[in-house]
């Protein structure tokens, strides 16, 4: 992660359809796992100035994340507004009734109260765009929803 231009990082950026800007560079945490080792690769992603993370409720990260950035966003003088955070339904948790659930348990988990992205991970398993997942964007707890295989 060092060897990134850290302004190149910051500043190049996809419009997403809902007018959001999300950073073009990411760090992806699939296979991160343990509180020390989240840790230190977050800290080293923000040191290299990256502001896009993205996980998933079946990664099962989520809650070693988010004790990872209320700790180092502070110490980077970073606030939650400075990142874009995505995070994926969990294929089990797809259908009706049980969206809105999941996305308040990731949003527990991540220690926020919002989520710039929602992704339907392998939405092939089943329907998951019912009224819940609807729901959760007006109620103002995601930017945006999408779909991820």
């Known amino acids: 992660l060092n060897y990134l231009n850290t302004m190149a990082v910051q500043t190049q950026f996809f419009t997403l359809n809902t007018?959001?800007?999300?950073?073009?560079?990411?760090?992806g945490t699939y296979r991160v796992h343990g509180q020390?080792?989240?840790y230190r690769v977050?800290?080293?992603?923000?040191?290299?100035?990256?502001?896009s993370f993205d996980t998933a409720a079946v990664?099962?990260?989520?809650?070693?994340i988010g004790l990872a950035f209320k700790s180092l966003l502070p110490k980077y003088n970073l606030k939650r507004e400075d990142i874009f955070l995505t995070t994926k339904l969990d294929p089990s948790e797809h259908g009706k009734g049980k969206t809105t659930k999941a996305v308040h348990e990731s949003l527990?988990?991540?220690?926020?109260?919002y989520l710039d992205l929602y992704l339907i991970h392998w939405p092939g398993c089943k329907i998951a765009c019912d009224k819940?997942?609807?729901?959760?964007?007006?109620?103002?707890?995601?930017?945006g929803i999408g779909f991820f295989t």
């Not at 977050?42 to 502001?51: D, K, P, Q, T």
């Not at 990664?59 to 070693?64: G, S």
């Not at 527990?108 to 109260?113: D, F």
């Open 59 to 64: 990664y099962r990260n989520e809650e070693a």
């Open 42 to 51: 977050i800290e080293a992603a923000l040191r290299a100035g990256y502001r």
């Open 132 to 143: 819940s997942s609807k729901c959760c964007v007006t109620c103002g707890n995601m930017a």
């Open 108 to 113: 527990e988990k991540l220690g926020t109260s």
């Open 19 to 27: 007018g959001q800007k999300m950073p073009m560079v990411g760090l």
């Open 36 to 38: 020390s080792v989240i």
